[in-house]
């Protein structure tokens, strides 16, 4: 797992591009095969992609979490932004088809991620966050989703975004979610 720290507004204002780029780009997520996860320090969140082509994929517990598992302390929130795939969470499967989300909460042990299709692999968005609540696992389609338009055609940034996890949708701790 990737640790990115804290950068002062002092610092910042003196980075050049690829400096900013080198601190706050997060790129390289969606690797076959693997879950990649960047912790960052602010929020303590976690950022992470996974795409199981060939074989499934087990969440890791890193080290640096100085947790049992992954979710012990930490919530999860899931969208599957490629096809159809699977996410099994403490034996219990969740079909997720592209733009489905899927949240979990802490205290969710053993979590696994499988694609339905070589050819067509799911791409799995991962984030996750301290939690001091349990809320209950669920999953919220596209169908399902909240959507909301902003921006406008004048300035080049009109565009539909999917709320699934929030204060009206799926509950979580901190995780706010949409496509």
């Known amino acids: 797992m990737q640790i990115r720290f804290t950068e002062s507004p002092a610092e910042t204002a003196t980075m050049n591009t690829q400096q900013l780029r080198d601190h706050f780009l997060v790129d390289g997520l969606m690797k076959n095969d693997q879950i990649t996860l ?3 320090h602010y929020d303590r969140m976690i950022i992470g992609g996974v795409k199981p082509v060939s074989k499934k994929c087990v969440l890791p517990n890193p080290a640096e979490l ?3 598992f992954f979710l012990e302390r930490r919530e999860l929130g899931i969208i599957n932004v490629g096809g159809n795939g699977t996410v099994t969470a ?3 499967k969740f079909e997720l088809k592209k733009q489905d989300a899927l949240y979990l909460g802490k205290g969710t042990k053993d979590v696994s991620f499988t694609s ?3 050819k067509e692999p799911a791409i799995f968005y991962l984030l996750s966050a301290p939690a001091h609540h349990t809320y209950p696992s669920k999953v919220c389609t596209k169908e399902k989703a909240a959507p909301v338009q902003l921006g406008s055609s004048e300035t080049a940034n009109l565009r539909t975004v999917y709320k699934y996890i929030h ?4 509950r979580s ?3 706010v979610m949409g496509d």
């Open 38 to 40: 960047v912790y960052t």
């Open 66 to 68: 100085r947790a049992e």
């Open 90 to 92: 403490d034996g219990k």
């Open 116 to 118: 339905a299709s070589k």
């Open 167 to 170: 204060l009206e949708g799926i």
């Open 173 to 175: 701790c901190q995780l």
